[in-house]
């Protein structure tokens, strides 16, 4: 079992930065894909970035040049760096974690779920 708790969502104005943490614990984290959701309101989930156990990356194309994805395998953490924020950028951020490598795009790939952190941009 693997327990994610979020932190690090607030309200903020467009261009403006946050960083969201996921604090992981349970056995075989370190073995395991983390990713980041967004979900807006009224859309579908959708994965924003991930990272896998070695480090590799992946981030969706909207935040490619202002997200960052990192991890402490040290402190259990994993990190979303979010700079220059729109108001499109709102949503409810959800970490996951999962067994495998990336490409890991779809929900079904990630095992375990934080309850999310808000982060709302307004214009």
């Known amino acids: 079992q693997v327990q994610l708790v979020e932190s690090g969502g607030g309200l903020v104005q467009a261009g403006a930065s946050l960083r969201l943490s996921c604090a992981a614990s349970?056995?075989?984290?370190?073995?395991?894909?983390m990713g980041w959701f967004r979900q807006a309101p009224g859309k579908e989930r959708e994965l924003v970035a991930a990272?896998?156990?070695?480090?590799?990356?992946y981030r969706t194309d909207s935040v490619k040049d202002r997200f960052t994805v990192s991890r402490d395998n040290v402190k259990n953490t994993g990190y979303l760096q979010m700079n220059s924020l729109k108001p499109e950028d709102t949503g409810v951020y959800y970490c996951?974690?999962?067994?495998?490598?990336?490409?890991?795009?779809?929900?079904?790939?990630?095992?375990?779920w934080g309850r999310g952190t808000q982060v709302t941009v307004s214009s």
């Open positions: 990272i896998s156990w070695g480090g590799r990356t």
């Open positions: 996951a974690a999962g067994p495998g490598e990336l490409p890991m795009l779809q929900q079904g790939n990630y095992a375990y």
């Open positions: 349970g056995r075989s984290y370190i073995s395991y894909t």
